[in-house]
């Protein structure tokens, strides 16, 4: 009896997924909407951190040591 619950709760899950017209997920996600998830958070880090200096200086630097 104690082996029934994990397997009622994996077609539970599946028949959810199914239902919503969802695949199951491979773990990848495409790089155009990684990137859409993370610029916004990048941006408020920028602004609140006062990074944007931070990262002018570290461009220029590799543009220098790349004879630009």
């Avoid at 993370?38 to 408020?44: D, E, K, M, R, S």
């Avoid at 920028?46 to 630009?68: E, N, P, Y």
Wanted: proline residues 6%.
């Amino acid at each position: 009896m104690a082996d029934t619950a994990p397997r009622t709760m994996i077609r539970a899950g599946r028949r959810a997924q199914a239902s919503f017209g969802g695949r199951p997920s491979s773990g990848t996600r495409h790089p155009l909407v990684a990137t859409a998830m993370v610029l916004p958070l990048a941006a408020l880090l920028v602004v609140v951190f006062g990074g944007w200096d931070a990262v002018v200086t570290q461009a220029s630097s590799v543009g220098v040591m790349l004879g630009r």
